[in-house]
């Protein structure tokens, strides 16, 4: 019994190690929303998304590819699901460990009602896949699916490139 244990524990750290067991925070998008509008170096993709909505599940390659786009340099694609809270061990958990994404993904808690979305961008409806991208004062906005060369546009809009 023992050895059967010790065999399951090292098996759990090893998918740990190798990225199978993800770590995904809850953020209230109030949060979220402070810590990409304060001004940095740094360019946010924010892509909003759920585990439900396909057109969200078929652009996560699009994101992929940024990451490898922007190696070393400061961009940060954060995924934000936008998946009930109560989901998280039910869906999006299971999620991640079935699909590759490459990059930070947050649970956003969002109040009831929708005020919070025009705090995003004003034109949005509240559609999703929706993305943000933002750097210091400049910001980009598209909602519907998005392929890497309108999201390689929109972070040189950004950037001032």
Known sequence: MRI???????????LTAMGETREVPDVEISQLLKRIETPSDTIYVVNFWATWCLPCVK??????????????????VI??????????????????????????VILTVTPRGGEWISRV????????????????DRRSFYEGEINYERLMEMIGEVSGE
């Open 121 to 136: 961008d004003n034109a949005w409806t509240g559609a999703i896949p929706a993305t943000l991208i933002i750097n210091r």
């Open 79 to 104: 995924m934000a699901s936008l998946d009930f809270p109560n989901q998280k061990e039910s869906r999006v958990l299971p999620f991640l460990e079935n699909h590759t994404v490459t990059h930070d």
């Open 59 to 76: 652009e996560i390659p699009e994101f992929n590819r940024i990451e490898k786009s922007y190696q070393g340099q400061p961009v940060q």
């Open 4 to 14: 059967i244990l010790l065999s399951l524990l090292a098996i759990s750290i090893s």
